[in-house]
């Protein structure tokens, strides 16, 4: 089936910032799109996001060129070409931009144009995304937001986000209704101690804590609130972002006007997880700091879940250096960091291959798209991360895998937190 057409236009993300939906149509007329999000917390070895830089527009965030990008070279390399050919596709636009980055074209005029394509041959096949993307059958655990920090609320705390996960859930309704539990709870403690200020970019409350570590106190205080014991049936999740903590080979955590060594702070992330019912910590250390991630994964990574995400930005040569290095056991898969889809699934089977869990990711400026939640079940990746338990853009994705599993019917499988087994982590 050939493409017969490329087309685009400049749309929306949650944060109300411009971003690119690349339209793909078929020779029978079938469609397929492709919406692009926006990271707010960036690795330094991310894909180029192109923008134009016009601060007369949109404050210079329009994407004016990437759509004349994808309306011009991009479509007259893929017009006319097979749409089931995914590999071939994205390794001809890989070749066009001509760049390590994608920054002469955009990594969002790529992604938009890969994930269209991709849209656009299921549409054709009359299948649904994940079926035809791989043949997964594993419904996610889901790594939900409860409490937003870092940049994503303003610096208001430095931790970038107070997560938790359904450790005995037997379902994936059920991860949602412990979830919706405990998210609720916090809302009710908040509320009692008058702190309650409106949700952060992900949709988790907007934190009003005097320390980084109150966080916690809250946190476990809405788990148990919500009727169920921390660490035993719901743990949490942190993201620390340290990359946007580390200036001049110091960590600092502004909130309390404290700075660390690399020693320091690798020994202040162990003793959170030592201290608190923490099961998934994802960057405790800077993006290029090595020796960092080995300090913390040598102390912790055979009982927690130690997540690269700036550290790996779903690009597989850096994984591949932090499988020899053995500086985690998991990488954080964000569609946007690399570029395009084939490398996408390429990061996620090399992720599986090395014996480590691939964590599929949303990010902070999003869409009402649900390609994520497909990703995850097409490549059994096991866990999915997309910010919290409310605003559409998020339930968007969770209500899609409720989808997903009412489409496989009996095909259907869950093991939840039972898939850090399968990186041998042995949760206390």
């Known amino acids: 089936m050939k493409i017969t057409s490329l087309d685009a236009l400049q749309i929306f993300d949650s944060r109300g910032n411009p971003t690119v939906e690349v339209i793909a149509t078929l020779e029978d007329g079938t469609t397929g799109h492709g919406l692009v999000p926006s990271g707010a917390s960036t690795g330094h070895h991310e894909a180029l996001e192109l923008r134009d830089g016009d601060k007369t ?13 994808v309306k011009g070279e991009i479509a007259r390399e893929v017009v006319g070409r097979d749409v089931f050919d995914q590999s071939g596709l994205d390794e001809a636009l890989i070749v066009l931009d001509g760049t390590p980055g994608k ?43 409860i409490f937003g920090g870092g940049k994503h609320a303003q610096g208001r705390i430095d931790i970038q986000d107070f ?68 660490g035993r049936e719901v743990g949490i999740s942190l993201d620390i972002a340290a990359t946007d903590l580390y200036r001049d080979g110091f960590y600092t955590l502004g909130l309390e006007q404290r700075r660390f060594s690399t020693d320091e702070f690798a020994q202040l992330m162990i003793d959170w997880i030592e201290r608190y019912p923490i099961v998934s910590i994802e960057d405790p250390m800077a993006e290029d700091d090595w020796e960092g991630w080995k300090l913390v994964r040598q102390a912790i990574g055979h009982r927690c879940q130690l997540i690269g995400d700036d550290h790996f930005t779903t690009n597989l040569t850096r994984i591949e250096r932090g499988i020899a290095a053995n500086t985690a056991n998991a990488v954080l898969i964000k569609l946007n960091q690399i570029g395009t889809v084939t490398e996408t699934l390429a990061a996620i089977r090399r992720t599986q291959a090395a014996g480590w869990l691939p964590v599929v990711s949303a990010r902070s400026g999003e869409t009402e798209d649900a390609f994520i939640a497909h990703l995850a079940v097409a490549t059994n990746a096991g866990q999915l991360k997309v910010g919290s338990f409310s605003r559409s853009e998020r339930m968007a994705k969770w209500n899609e895998v409720l989808r997903i599993q009412r489409h496989l019917g009996h095909r259907a499988r869950f093991i939840g937190a039972g898939i850090f087994s399968n990186a041998g982590i042995q949760l206390p």
């Open 57 to 69: 527009r949109f404050r210079g965030k329009s994407v004016f060129q990437a759509l004349s990008h």
């Open 103 to 145: 920054s002469r074209l955009g990594a969002n005029a790529i992604l938009g144009t890969s994930m269209a394509i991709a849209q656009a041959a299921a549409n054709a096949k009359r299948v649904p995304l994940f079926a035809s993307l791989g043949d997964g059958t594993l419904l996610p655990l889901p790594e939900i937001q």
């Open 163 to 230: 997560m938790i996960m359904a450790l005995t859930a037997q379902t994936y309704d059920e991860t949602l209704e412990v979830t919706a539990n405990v998210f609720h709870a916090a809302a009710d403690i908040m509320k009692r101690r008058g702190t309650l200020a409106g949700v952060a970019d992900e949709g988790g409350y907007w934190p009003v804590f005097d320390r980084n570590e109150d966080v916690f106190d809250a946190l476990i205080a809405a788990i148990e609130l919500a009727g169920y014991t921390p």
